[in-house]
């Protein structure tokens, strides 16, 4: 019943998308100076069916019907509600439908916020954002569909993998698709401004606010991404450069660039070449990473099942995409004219793209190298994170100075007379390194650096918010947010990573460890049934030898049923300047239990500064038309 | 006679040319210090030039019966069906770490019987089997 209904509706997207681009092409040549109503209606009934077809999926899942085969492998009947909802975009084909979604609602939301521009330009967007729809659509119906059905129907489903089964892990991806999708409609946009002559200032006015929706949702999805990883995976970190997570920061690099850039374009009218190439491989880059993560030929902790014939799709469509976006970029680029002044704000967005390419260029080498290499010489290696913190982190200096100076420079030119003070605060991020480093510890030369234009950019943003409070300089608030708190995450990261305190043991319940700091008992395990899987509850009972404050905590160990799995639940203690942290796993039933105990200073300030990057972009939504 | 203008930008193209050349033998370079080579067990017994004291991964199947738990470690021997090595690693193993399953270890040879890995790495799925894995094992298993 509901596989029919589902390739139905999808079908019927199919279909109104044929017609969307046929009514939109033959209201380009009519004169009238507004878009025909049968264009708005298609697209509303077309984003109406997409978004039912997703929620007879979700119905699906929540009704267990094992007769679609996509229920049958990723859900059970003993699964949480929550999860079972979760679980429609948990796997590879229901997330490809709600990819879809957004590409439809953006299309569609797109259409009706852009009443103020050029016909043409809309009606291109609208043509091209329905075929990287069509495109799509396809892949869905004839490689991964997710409303296939299997007779005769089982009577249980295989499960969802434990490990998913987390509430930052289910919201993960719908945030990072309206990040990563939502590049589509400035992708279309752009071609659609190459070929209507719609550039310039009101072509960045256009596309604005969707930069900054989906360079928000990155932002968060990301975040979240890591904090999952933090408490999910065990090992105590939350970024490890991981194909998969590299995957994800290179658009969120090109992105970032874009946003900046954008603000150049508009203000200044210049740089038109340079936004569009962004905003063409903004969205590639997303592809791309999909089409490596789905095809499984990035070897990475995070794999998802894989299957080689969705990559070879997925890259004939990334090739026919990249293929158009160069031709008709090439076709209709014109020539500008750059006329820009050393010591203009221009000047440092410009610095701080540089920056950007440099940092993708990076990862991206790191992240392609290994294939390169296994397909040419059948060599396996692996690039670790020692790559990536030599390359990033020297850069990561300079950056940080930029990012505070940059902002205090007008548009076109301007004198600099906050020189003194620059120096003043230079001197003054001196001096808090060098009280951190002779009373809490030594670290390397780099690393003072870090620290010392993290401070920097730090004091900048506080007499930023200073200034602020006054109302100087109103519309300034989102970018101070932002960078502040880029500044606090790697100085909260360089604290956290120099202070870590680390021990693995192994021990049996009722024995002692003592370590410098701590003494740990481990006291009793206890067994509890839930749901859907049974735990092992350690007791630990933790004593600090410096002041005999005593705490307790209880890692897990989840033995799942279906599917059979174990998983690790770390026991985390947050307090406000440092977490405490503790995993154990058993091997083969045996005696000892295998304990990681960590001690990682001030972890909730990582998270609370990343969430402020990402409230930047949210509050520069807020800002009204002339203030922006 | 090159006019002002033009003069500017064939300084700003030479310049931005020399930064890339910089910037990208500066990320080759670091790339070669830091790639982690992955061998088999059986490749660390034929190879003669193996680095010693270098990190690296290595790669097979846990034996079985193989795992021994003390205080201060866990050891097992992976093997590829023709060689076996050593590996000792201390800390909590990843969900799916079992006897007569893939692993992957990340560490340093101490010499060409004996493995001490910092990292195992895990996998989410039980399904799954890293590929270097599956091209030894299929290579052997004729």
Redesign the interface.
Known sequence: MLSSIGISLVVLVLILSFLNIYTASLDLKTSSQSINKSVYKLSLFQTTFTVLSFFTLIIGFINSDFSLINVYENSHTTKPFFYKIAGTWGNHEGSLLLWINILVIFSYLFLVFSQAHNKKYRLYTLIFQNILILGFLFFLLLNSNPFNSIYPVPLEGLGL?P??QDPALAIHPPLLYVGFVGCSIYFSAAMASLLSSYGGKSFAQSIKNWVKISWSFQTLGIIVGSIWAYYE???GGFWFWDPVENASLLPWFAITALMHSLIVLEKRNTLYAWVIILCLSTFILSVTGTFLVRS?IL?S?????SDPSRGIYILFFLSLMIFSALTIFFLKYKKENYNFNLKSRETFILANNWFMA?FL??VL??ML??IFLDVLTN??????P??FN??IIPLVVPFMFLMAIGPKFGWVKSQNKFFYKTLFLILGAVAINLFIFYFFGKYSFLTNLVFIAAIFLILHSFLDIKKFINNKFKTELPRIISHLGFALLVFFIGINHQFSLEE????KVGEIKKTNKYQINFEDIKIKESKNYKAVIGNFKLINLKNNLVQYLNPEIRIYSN?E????EAAIKTKINSDLYL???N??R?D?Y???FQNKPFMIWIWISSLMIALGGFTRLTLKKNED | MLTKKVKNRILFLIFVFVISIFAIFFILKSLNKNILYFSSPSEIKQKEDIPFGKAMRVGGMVKKGSIVISQKDIQFVVTDFENEILISYSGTVPNLFAEEKGVVAEGKLSDKNFFKADRILAKHDENYMPPEIKEIIKKNAK
């Open positions: 993998n490990i998913l995976l065990g090992w499984g070897n902790v995070h794999t998802f099942a440099f260029a990076t080498i790191g190298y290994p060599v396996k290696i692996s690039v670790g020692p790559f030599i390359v693995d043991f192994n021990l599917p799995t174990l998983t690790y995993t154990m796993s091997v083969s045996s000892y295998n304990i990681k």
